[in-house]
């Protein structure tokens, strides 16, 4: 038997309703905010990547996966969203278009060699959302307080928004200083990961898993006193936009995030909740006002998030949503002769076509074995056939919860079940 290649997992069985069930939340949530999908290949070239997420970041520099194609191109598997969407943004000339900024949003698999664990995957799931064009700290609590809305309509509650900035260019270099020269005497007692770091991206140690709690990093000095006026400003108006929204967040000075293509603007959105352990961040994201004309586009400053879909399936799961996202369907029609399935099937049709999740048996079930299935799948509604009914054009339909039964004028079933859903 050939296996799933490791780090990999199918999306089959109630995994599936959850996941159709977030990416229809984000997908309605997105709609609201007024942004558009875009959909990229999951294969780029890979200097794609190289040149946005950074040479000296840990998914370019161990996680990516590169390969040869038969032409003998150099392709990368997407390691996350952004880039591919900023290339189709120059590509297609959307800085051209009428209506600016442009609002998009995708979803779909990235890929990275990571260590495989609870909430770590190979192939993991993102739900994304990309403004480009605009500058305004509007666009910087709007997408945040996108992700909020939409974790609140899935009934997941205690997510923390972490937020920090990172500043403009001549903040973020007065402070790479100020912690080169903090961290210089103690580099040695630092993780080997963070010696490598201290040399390529110093900022990438303090979000370090593995230092996290030494009091070297715990006394570092903190991105928010080096940030300049301009770069002040611009942070407590997008705090302030936050207030206003109403959304809570705790300002973290920790966060740096893991791309290097960040300025001003970084936030995460992290949950305490079992099941996740260390992969306990839901999504992240910030702004990147050099990223498009890195990729040889006009200046542009963009803000976005991604939030992995995979973690939040496992995070709907703990918190036990079954009922209301496994068991969903509607109505169940009960059948056992022939003359009772042709009647069924027709039935079943119709209810379809009014928009009325619905089943019926197909495997020759006893009647006791088709209330049970019946329960399985969580019917609001029972509908049971019987040849003296159906000789009279009426109907006999049961509610699945109260057990009351009452007879239906055939003519008026739809009618019915659409109030008593
Ligand atoms: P990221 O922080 O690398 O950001 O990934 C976003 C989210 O994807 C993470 O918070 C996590 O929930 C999920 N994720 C990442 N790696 C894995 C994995 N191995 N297994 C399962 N889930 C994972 C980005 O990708 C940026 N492109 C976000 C962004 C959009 N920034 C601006 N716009």
């Known amino acids: 038997m050939i296996l799933k290649p490791k780090g990999t997992y199918d999306i089959v069985g109630e995994n599936s309703k959850y996941y159709n069930y977030i990416k229809g939340v984000f997908s309605t949530v997105c709609e609201y905010y007024n942004f558009n999908y875009i959909r990229t290949p999951i294969f780029e070239d890979s200097s794609l990547f190289h040149r946005s ?50 609002k998009l949003y995708y979803e ?31 666009e910087d609590a709007e997408v945040i307080s996108l992700a909020y809305r939409a974790f609140e309509e899935m009934g997941i509650e205690d ?6 900035s990172l500043g403009d260019n001549e ?57 300049n006026e301009e770069s002040k400003k611009r942070f407590n108006k997008v705090l302030e936009y936050l207030n206003v929204l109403d ?33 306990n961040t839901l999504g992240g994201g910030g702004r990147y006002n050099h990223l498009v004309e890195l990729l040889d586009g006009p200046s542009t400053p963009c803000v976005g998030f991604a939030c992995g879909i995979d973690r939040l399936m496992i995070i709907l799961k703990e918190i036990n949503k079954d009922r209301e996202i496994k068991n969903s369907l509607d109505v169940y029609v009960l059948s056992v002769n022939e003359e009772e399935r042709l009647t ?20 020759n079930r ?5 209330f049970k299935q019946a329960d399985r799948l969580g019917a609001r509604q ?19 919860l109260t057990h009351e039964e009452i007879k239906i004028d055939e003519a008026e079933i739809i009618d019915y079940l659409i109030s008593n859903l």
């Not at 996966?65 to 969407?85: C, H, M, N, Q």
């Open 53 to 102: 997420v950074g040479e000296s970041s840990d998914i370019v520099s161990k996680e990516t996966y590169d390969f040869k194609d038969r032409g003998d191109r150099s392709i990368t598997l997407r390691p996350e969203g952004t880039a591919g969407v900023v290339r189709a943004y120059i590509e297609n000339k959307m800085y051209g278009e009428v209506d600016q900024p442009i």
């Open 159 to 164: 997510v923390v928004v972490k937020i920090n």
């Open 171 to 227: 903040s973020r270099d007065n402070y790479r200083k100020a912690l080169v020269e903090y961290l210089k005497p103690h580099i040695d007692e630092l993780c080997p990961d963070c010696k490598k770091r201290f040399e390529t991206n110093p900022l990438r140690i303090l979000d370090c898993k593995v230092d996290k709690d030494s009091p070297i990093l715990k006394n570092a000095p903190v991105i928010t006193d080096y940030l």
């Open 382 to 400: 029972l509908i049971l056939l019987n040849s003296e009914d159906l000789k009279r054009g009426i109907i006999t339909v049961k509610d699945n």
């Open 247 to 279: 959304v809570d967040y705790e300002v973290d000075t920790s966060i740096v995030r893991g791309l290097d293509y960040y300025n001003h603007t970084v936030f995460e959105f992290q949950t305490e909740m079992e099941g996740l352990g260390s992969a």
């Open 108 to 138: 779909g698999t990235m890929y990275r060699y990571e260590r495989p664990q609870a909430g770590r995957y190979r192939e993991l799931t993102q739900f994304g959302v990309e403004v480009l064009g605009s500058d305004s700290e509007i």
């Open 344 to 363: 069924a099937a027709r039935l079943v049709q119709d209810l379809r076509w009014s928009e009325i999740k619905c089943e019926m048996d197909t495997m």
């Open 366 to 370: 006893s009647l006791k074995a088709q």
